[in-house]
C-alpha cells in the first residue's frame, strides 16, 4: 500500500492491506451537481491513487466535478467510504465505483470493483478483499454487486443479494475511520 491510498480522496476499508504490489486504486465519483445558473448536471470524475498528489480538494465547479486546490478537504470520519471534498455541499445522488487490483487466497492479482451509493457507504462497515473481490459489509449485512477479473483473464462474479436495513451505521463508520487512520500510519 501507497501513502497516496490512505488520500481523503480514497475510500477506506481493510482492502487496502491486501492489494497486489503494483496496484493503483481507482475512483470513479458519479453526482447531480448544482450549476451557477440554478439547475444541475450530471458529472463524473474518474482519478487514481496514484494522480492525488497537490490535490486538496473536490469541488463543483459550476456543475462539474473538479480535482484541485482548495481550502482542504478533511477526511470523512462520519463516512469514510466516500471521497472528501466541497462538491459534497452543492451535490446529490452520490455514486462510487471503487477499483482495484486485490490479491486472492492463492496471492494471485484479480481486478475487482465495487459500486455504491453515498447512502449505502452509510452502512457500510468496512470495504475488504474477500478472495480477490471487493465486498462490503455492514451492520445490516447488506451485499452490493461485486464483479472481478484475474490478470489470466479468468471471470469471476460476487454475489448481489440485498439485506434488510438496520441502524448502527454510525458506530460502525467513527470505527471504519479510526481503522483507516490505522492503515494509513
Known amino acids: 500500500m501507497t501513502s497516496s491510498s490512505c488520500s481523503s480522496f480514497i475510500p477506506a476499508g481493510s482492502y487496502q492491506e491486501s492489494l497486489s504490489s503494483n496496484s493503483v486504486i481507482q475512483v470513479s465519483l458519479s453526482a447531480t451537481c448544482k450549476n451557477d445558473s440554478g439547475g444541475t448536471n450530471s458529472s463524473t470524475l474518474t482519478f487514481n491513487s496514484g494522480g492525488l498528489s497537490g490535490i486538496e480538494d473536490i ?23 466516500v471521497p472528501a471534498g466541497s462538491y459534497q455541499n452543492t451535490s446529490s445522488n452520490i ?15 484479480t481486478n475487482s470493483f465495487i459500486t455504491y451509493t453515498e447512502a449505502d457507504a452509510k452502512k457500510f462497515s468496512d470495504i475488504s478483499n474477500i478472495n ?13 454487486p461485486t464483479i472481478s477479473e ?7 462474479d460476487g454475489g448481489d443479494s440485498d439485506g434488510g436495513d438496520g441502524d448502527g451505521g454510525a458506530d460502525s463508520s467513527a470505527d471504519a475511520a479510526a481503522a483507516a487512520a490505522a492503515f494509513c500510519a
Open 150 to 156: 484475474s490478470e489470466d483473464g479468468g471471470d469471476g
Open 95 to 109: 455514486q462510487i465505483t471503487l477499483t482495484a487490483t486485490c490479491n486472492n487466497e492463492n496471492g494471485n492479482a
Open 132 to 144: 480477490g473481490q471487493l465486498q462490503s459489509t455492514s451492520s445490516s449485512s447488506i451485499s452490493l
Open 59 to 81: 469541488g463543483n465547479n459550476n456543475g462539474s466535478l473538479t480535482l484541485g486546490e482548495g481550502s482542504g478537504s478533511a477526511a470523512n470520519t462520519e463516512n469514510p467510504y
